[in-house]
């Protein structure tokens, strides 16, 4: 079954630093974008991060500079290393598969897999 | 970054309605759009891609349609599984993916 599980969010101070894993299984890991999405309470979702499979990273300019994405193939896992947090990073993170499907000429780009995400309160 | 904006917020509708909910992006993404049903605490599922594709599994029920700006997804008949949020996404011009705020189909 492909599957995607989130771990590591928590109750965290301003200005902490918390790091959340993704664990993949049920398919070739290495072989797909991942990436990180983010749904604040009553919010709509916020991508935060991307790894791409050539080793590109990508953040939104709301985290960059502060959020770290990582990933290790061997242990098909994805990582994002969260520093200086705020009230404004309260939210349950997902992670995500990303795939591109070609028809005729063009390539659609979408998110088919994802977690059930990890609960992330930044407060003191 | 492109904006993506969806009406209405919210809407009721009872089981067997056909329903109907716009997603428009700030500026034209030919078909570069996905759609999104969300239920809280469970991940998200992808429904449609490219605007009118409908991604393997989903029911054929859902429909969308659209390009340049503006965009629809119909879902013909309400079932009782799917009331939950639904939210689109441009792929055009990325990073960044940007989403809607989402519409939340509740029950009448």
């Known amino acids: 079954e492909v599957q995607l599980v989130e771990s590591g969010g928590g109750l965290v101070q301003p200005g902490g630093s918390l790091r959340l894993s993704c664990a993949a299984s049920g398919f070739t890991f290495s072989n797909y974008d991942m990436h990180w999405v983010r749904q604040a309470t009553g919010k709509g979702l916020e991508w935060v991060s991307a790894?791409?499979?050539?080793?590109?990273?990508h953040y939104p300019g709301s985290v960059k500079g502060r959020f770290t994405v990582s990933r290790e193939n061997a242990k098909n896992s994805l990582y994002l290393q969260m520093n200086s947090l705020t009230a404004g990073d309260t939210a349950v993170y997902y992670c995500a598969r990303g795939e591109t499907i070609q028809i005729l000429y063009s390539h659609y780009y979408y998110m088919d897999v994802w977690g059930k995400g990890t609960t992330v309160t930044v407060s003191s | 970054d492109i904006q993506m904006t969806q009406s209405p917020s919210s809407l009721s509708a009872s089981v067997g309605d056909r329903v109907t909910f716009t997603c428009r992006a700030s500026q034209s993404i030919s078909s570069y759009l996905n759609w999104y049903q969300h239920k809280p605490g469970k991940a998200p599922k992808l429904l449609i891609y490219g605007a009118s594709i409908l991604h393997s599994g989903v029911p054929s029920r859902f429909s969308g349609s659209g390009s340049g700006t503006n965009f629809t997804l119909t879902i013909s008949r309400l079932q009782p599984e799917d009331f939950a949020t639904y939210l689109c996404?441009?792929?055009?011009?990325?990073?960044?993916?940007?989403f809607g705020q989402g519409t939340k189909v509740e029950i009448k």
């Open positions: 790894f791409g499979t050539s080793g590109d990273t």
């Open positions: 996404q441009q792929s055009y011009s990325s990073p960044p993916w940007t």
